[in-house]
RNA sequence: GGAGAGGUCGCAUAGUUGGUCUAGUGCGCUCGCCUGGAAAGCGGGUAGGGUGUAACAGCCCUCGAGGGUUCGAAUCCCUCCCUCUCCGCCA
């Protein structure tokens, strides 16, 4: 969320920013924020007076009482008034607070100034690439699913019958397969890359939501478990970014660099019929996820190393792709810069997302309450929050299984991944 | 799920017949004195947020969270969360 002192200085770039997300019929809530925020503070002054007041006194009364000189019957009768102010105050000022709250927890973050011009994604811009690999497909190439099905390593038909569409099964070599890539990127993430391994919890309560920013937001694309007020999470940013909710961390220990594996659950709502066949859209998939706490002034130069990071696997797993910029209309409202990996996919003929990288300042870190000391005196500052996927394995097994197919059906196994699996084909 | 105990200023603790608690003490940290230097000793400081100010000061809020009682709540009442012990159930 945006600090509401920035948006009270400078009211003209916040709905700047709204303009290039094609949200400026959003610019009317800030307007009323800030009307709202005048009200807050003169009604912050009076209750504060008022309780100021009653402090003073309740003393007095008490000295009273101690010394059993004179009565503290008219005090008291006076202070009963003041504290029935003081609370009509208080519940009014809740009120307000609340209505601000709401206001600012939706308004989306700043856009740094790097970030392209445009309204859809149609006018993102390409960054890097494309990065090429030679893969000897000359002969006609089979999609994933027809691949999949008659190696007998995916099964999105029974995964239907036991969830239901969007919750693929991988059987025998495919699960082992699966299994290996999730390995491979947490091991390259560790290794190479100084990333520490976390293993989160797969459902979160709100707070975290909304510290993140998937609540309110994105409320209605998050699996839930009313009966214990819990939701599955969307990614793994989710747990591994709040596990640092509401700390002061030790300014030494910057920058914090975390890989953590996790199962990611998204409803898909209002997306159906849009890229729906096999992995191209699933409720359930596997990702590993890098996440870093940075000081403000190194959160850009984290961006592009945690993008280095997530490339390095692309090359080493040697699959095709490329680097595009999200302009204003298209990247998430909660990041102030973001990079998509798209790897290409033969048989559909076009890119696919399979990893998104994103600056999010410290709209997250504001949101839950993640602070650092720059030195031992002066004043907490809030963290930088980032994070990338490194990478989402069902796009990415897409791509794989298209690109490493052979002229008789069968999938050769890259590289990089052998000694994860133990075997060099699939047939 | 049942019974009990407990959550206090970085850590450890005091405080529970409501009012000198705007939370004491020890440790840690830090500054100063002392010293050739250090240890010990002595003295000071030691949270966050809001409001306010040119900047200070001042004022308000926070003793797990949220409500309530009261002129006044760390202290009394209610709800919730978490931790520990025991019982039950269970992968």
Redesign the pocket.
């Known amino acids: 969320m945006l600090d509401?002192?920035f948006v009270r200085q400078n009211p003209d770039e916040v709905i700047a920013m709204l303009k290039r997300r094609q949200m400026a019929g959003e610019a009317p809530r800030v307007t009323r924020l800030l009307e709202l925020?005048t009200e807050?503070?003169q009604m912050?002054?009076r209750?504060?007076?008022l309780?100021?007041l009653?402090?003073?006194?309740?003393?007095e009364?008490?000295?009273i009482?101690?010394t059993g000189q004179g009565s503290?019957d008219q005090?008291?009768?006076q202070?009963?008034t003041?504290?029935d102010d003081?609370?009509t105050l208080d519940?009014e000022l809740?009120t307000l607070e609340t209505d601000m709250e709401e206001i600012l927890l939706a308004l989306p973050n700043k856009l740094h100034e790097s970030v392209p011009e445009g309204r859809t994604a149609e006018e993102n811009m390409l960054y890097k690439g494309p990065i090429e690999f030679i893969h000897q497909l000359d002969f006609p190439v089979r999609n994933h699913l027809d691949l999949g099905k008659s190696l007998g390593i995916l099964d999105f038909e029974r995964g239907a019958k036991i969830s239901g569409a969007g919750f693929p099964v991988y059987i025998g070599k495919g699960a082992r397969l699966e299994r290996a890539l999730i390995n491979f990127m947490l091991d390259t993430h560790t290794a190479n890359h100084g990333y520490t391994e976390v293993f989160p919890p797969f459902m979160v309560n709100q707070e975290s939501l909304r510290g993140t920013g998937q609540w309110p937001k994105f409320a209605d694309q998050v699996y839930h478990m009313p009966e214990d007020g819990l939701y599955a999470i969307p990614t793994a940013e989710v747990p591994v970014t709040n596990l640092h909710r509401g700390e002061?961390l030790d300014a030494a220990s910057l920058p914090v660099a975390y890989a953590a594996y996790s199962a990611c659950f998204r409803r898909e709502a209002g997306s159906y019929g849009k890229d729906t066949r096999g992995f191209l859209r699933v409720h359930q998939f596997n990702k590993v996820e890098m996440v870093r706490f940075t000081r403000p002034e190194k959160s850009y130069e984290a961006l592009e190393e945690i993008l280095s990071h997530a490339e390095n696997l692309l090359c080493a797993l040697k699959i095709p792709y490329r680097v595009i910029t999200l302009c204003g209309g298209d990247i998430s409202a909660n990041a102030a810069k973001c990079y998509d990996i798209e790897v290409w996919s033969p048989a559909e003929g076009k890119y696919l997302e399979a990893s998104s990288v994103s600056n999010f300042e410290d709209y997250q870190a504001r949101r839950s309450n993640i602070?650092f000391?720059p030195d031992?005196k002066s004043?907490?500052e809030f963290v930088h929050t980032l994070n990338g996927s490194g990478l989402a394995t069902s796009r990415l097994m897409v791509s794989l299984l298209e690109h490493y197919q052979t002229a008789d059906g069968k999938i050769k196994v890259p590289e990089a991944l052998r000694q994860y699996t133990g075997f060099d084909i699939i047939d």
């Open positions: 509401i002192n925020d807050r503070k912050v002054q209750a504060d007076d309780k100021a009653r402090n003073r006194v309740s003393k009364i008490a000295d009482k101690r503290a005090l008291i009768l202070m009963k003041v504290s003081i609370s519940t809740s002061m602070r000391k031992g004043k907490p």
